[in-house]
């Protein structure tokens, strides 16, 4: 909806003007179409283009983050633990349940390990949140 509204609004910004204003039966374009496509734009880039780079730096940060020993979750539904990494390949040795693995970085969808730490943590948060209101 929002494409097709941007497409017209740059259809109308491309349109010749009528050779005689008094055929054209008005002024001509408005003015505020002129504001429309950089606010659609504006628009794209707040609601789309910035939580997926936010999404991306979060992401690098978790890949950082491993290390020896962390259980991962690859992106094809494969579940190991980290044997090791090197930084200069951007590769990662994963140890399955029968045997190991070589794979890049950028395959590894979670860290289990972190993941279930911070589910702990939260869970033994609430209990001593649970006396502090009492």
Do not use: C, H
């Amino acid at each position: 909806m929002l494409a097709s509204f941007l497409l017209n609004a740059l259809l109308l910004l491309a349109e010749d003007p009528p050779a005689d204003p008094g055929a054209g039966g008005g002024q001509g374009m408005p003015g505020w179409y002129m504001f429309v496509l950089p606010a659609g734009l504006l628009l794209i880039y707040f609601l789309m283009m910035r939580p997926m780079k936010r999404q991306e730096a979060q992401r690098q940060a978790t890949l950082a983050a491993l290390k020896k020993g962390d259980k991962v979750l690859l992106n094809n539904g494969i579940i190991g633990t980290v044997v090791s990494i090197s930084d200069k390949e951007d590769e990662a040795v994963i140890k399955l349940e029968e045997g190991k693995a070589k794979v890049l970085k950028s395959t590894i969808a979670r860290n289990l390990s972190a993941a279930e730490a911070d589910a702990k943590a939260a869970q033994d948060k609430k209990p001593e949140e649970a006396i502090k209101s009492k």
